[in-house]
């Protein structure tokens, strides 16, 4: 009776936790095609356009608004008053782009846009500098829990690194955008972070952690998979380490009280595989 009751209680636990969970996510090579580490040709291709990775402000809105009454009204909205969940993202540019980056949340439909906490000071270095902000925010709400999600340019995996060892029961989960081939500890992915190459992989994460809903899920597979058909796709870009993220068998499995969704999943593994991007 006694595990029973444990087991219940830990479980209701974890469950609100989870309602007022939320996402701290870098910007540059997460959200938004920088390219800051690829070939000068990709970094002036990519980085004026502030062009965003595909689905990733539908999958942020979906977290949002999980488990809120009206969920429709939510999404349409892009987050309402009646979301538990948080949403803040931590750029290191400098305070002059700080503009740009607010107009790329807004022209890309990014929920939460306004919660935009940006570089002050020239000063600090990135890694200093994200390793500071988001300690200083997780350690202003200590019973709030989070999940980080950056990429593998150089410095998000070894800051997010720090502050789950710093306040490991806050920190629920680190998610690495892999957009760059690591090579020993060069774009170095951290022991206990999952890392992941398109808005399915990393919704697979988000599905298996019950983040977001299975409906929410199939739409974005369905979506994506639609998108892999064009030639010129958004999925995965050229400049990605898309080879390397599936030599490393990176690709997550769905849990196994998902596996009906098993089938759908593989057409949308074996296209991209099948794309020229990834061969």
């Not at 782009?97 to 306004?114: E, G, M, Y």
């Not at 974005?220 to 892999?228: G, T, V, Y």
């Amino acid at each position: 009776m006694k595990k029973i009751l444990l087991f219940i209680l830990a479980f209701c636990s974890q469950a609100y936790a989870s309602q007022f969970l939320s996402i701290i996510s870098d910007v540059d090579d997460t959200i938004k095609m920088t390219a800051l580490k690829a070939s000068k040709n990709h970094t002036l291709r990519y980085g004026p356009g502030s062009a965003p990775f595909y689905g990733l402000s539908d999958l942020y809105t979906y977290f949002l608004c999980h488990g809120v009454p009206q969920k429709n009204v939510c999404v349409s909205a892009r987050g309402n008053d009646e979301t538990l969940r948080g949403m803040i993202y931590v750029t290191a540019a400098p305070p002059l782009v700080h503009r740009l980056a607010l107009r790329f949340l807004k022209k890309n439909s990014f929920p939460s846009r306004k919660n935009l906490v940006h570089k002050p000071k020239l000063s600090l270095s990135t890694y200093e500098y994200k390793k500071k902000v988001i300690s200083d925010i997780v350690s202003y709400y200590p019973n709030k829990p989070y999940i980080l999600i950056g990429d593998n340019g150089e410095y998000d995996s070894k800051a997010y690194r720090d502050i789950k060892e710093r306040f490991p029961k806050q920190i629920q989960g680190i998610f690495i955008h892999y957009v760059y081939p690591t090579n020993g500890t060069h774009h170095k992915i951290e022991d206990g972070q999952l890392p992941y190459l398109t808005v399915v992989d990393l919704a697979i994460h988000f599905l298996n952690q019950s983040f977001i809903s299975v409906q929410d899920f199939e739409v974005l597979l369905a979506n994506s998979l639609k998108d892999l058909n064009r030639n010129n796709t958004h999925v995965v870009r050229d400049w990605m380490s898309c080879r390397d993220f599936f030599k490393k068998n990176y690709f997550p499995e769905i849990s196994q009280r998902y596996k009906a969704l098993d089938s759908e999943i593989s057409v949308f593994k074996d296209k991209l595989l099948a794309h020229h991007r990834c061969q």
